[in-house]
């Protein structure tokens, strides 16, 4: 393989190769990817069950690399999108994306015409060069809430199953949209939701597809996906609904000047409606620099679900539609032709002028991390379920290596989403190395983070109450400022091992905007904090978030 043959990330000058801190990179893994052939390229043998190992996610593991994606990418294939498949699949290799899930609507249209011809786009691109990996998905409209990525493995049933899946299960095409509590039609869509994937769970075990996975999209946006709701999905089929976006697409959605004075980044610029769940506060439908309420509230719905010990991830995207400060506009329809009868939107034409949007291109600005052993897209799709996933906005970090070890153990011990059985009174070190920020984001800027911060909770089981959004006992346990250091470095964080099992979890900013965090400063005494609307430049407030990892303790 020649440096030539390499794609256009992988050049220094466009983007970081993300060394993996203990040595591993994702040249590497696209070089192995090349010289192993088509069988390595899509990730070999699947990985085996935890429970078939006889052990948690996450355990004793080997060295990773991380690959850099975004599940939520749209396309001439959505109705409400712009851009052709190739102009997209070039941004995201622009801006270093490794991965990519087109996320296209549910839509007649779509099912009818437009799944089966985005399909051979997609087959023509992944035989062209097998070294990105591109993914089919839908986005989902959930009976009674909001939405889902839903995407495949690669293979011969993938467009099939997102077919029949779409048109048996999508609550727009049903009209399974009510959601009100009380309605009559709630409880029904509600249950349907939960059917549908359990469904998904059917064809993975059946075979006939090797893997499918499902995550949550914007769950805040509109307060109607109840904590309630997010449960029953989880519970359905952990193995398949993984988690959620803990921040957010459209992040260019507050640029000062852009949209309007009343704009909010991710778009969450709405009012709790007669769909959303009461028991929301009217905080929840704001982001918080940048992350969903529901993420960037320390002991609020995401640690909720944590600590019932419980792995449920996050992850981050562009959800790219229309690019701000662009200047294509969609094509004109030909005399007889719309979405419904063809799925496909017209080609996008150049105006030179910028046009209305809210998004980055996939991988400008918005990018989930995923740690594998192998180069592939089944190795990605093991990855997110195992929860070995950091996310950034702004390129805040070209690297991220976590590991929690007992003291004095020889083992690497576990990483991002993984369990540790200790017993009371071990001692653990949890061992952090970051990889700064080594050259300038796509905006101009080198980021630098200011600190680290270690959010820990106690594990006390399934609630009794299925709508509980708080975590009391959750709360930021430790902060290193950490502004100045440069290159690769490790902080080594001891935790006391108590009574109660445990998880802790990491975030970081560039310290530019923070305050105290909504449940008090007793809790988080300097989280992220809302903007102003319409002035919230996206890269004057970048923060980095990390998947727990979980401490049994045994007697």
Known sequence: MTEQQLPVWADPSVSPTALDA?????????RRAGLFGAAFALGGAAAPAAAAAGQGYGGEDPRLAYLVGDHHVHSVYSHDAKYTFSQQARAAARYGLDWMVFNEHSNFGHAHYGAAMEHQEILKARAENPRQLIFQGLEWYIPAAEHCTVFAAPGPHEVDLLTQFELAYD????GYTEGSAGAADTARNEAHAVKAIKWLAEQRRSGYVDDVLVLANHPLRLGIDSPHEMRGWRDAAPEIMIGMEGAPGAQGAALPGWRGSTSIRGEYENKPSAQSWAGYPADAYLTYGGFDWATATVGGLWDSMLAEG????????????????????????????NFDNTGRLPDPVNTDTPQPGSDFWPGQFSRTHVGVTRYGYRAVMTGLREG???????????????????????????????????????????????????????QGILPELAHLDVVRGAVRGTVSDRDTWQAPDTKVAHTTEVSGRKGTYTLRVPLTVGEESFYVRLRGSDGNRNGTGYLGASVDPHGPIPHEPGNGDPWADTWFYANPIFVDVVS
């Open 22 to 30: 203990q040595g591993v990179s994702r040249r590497q893994l696209l």
């Open 171 to 174: 609550g727009k095409l049903l």
């Open 310 to 337: 419980r792995l449920f991830s996050i992850t981050t995207n562009s959800d790219n539609h229309r690019t701000v400060f662009d200047t294509w506009k969609n094509g004109d329809w030909p005399a007889g032709q």
């Open 388 to 442: 070995r996933v950091w996310l950034d906005h702004g390129h805040l970090l070209d690297g991220l290596e976590v590991r929690l070890r007992r003291e004095h153990s020889s083992g690497r011990g576990v990483t991002l989403g993984g369990r540790l059985r200790v017993r009371r009174g071990e001692k653990l070190t949890l061992n952090i190395t970051v990889t700064t920020a080594s050259r300038p984001n796509p």
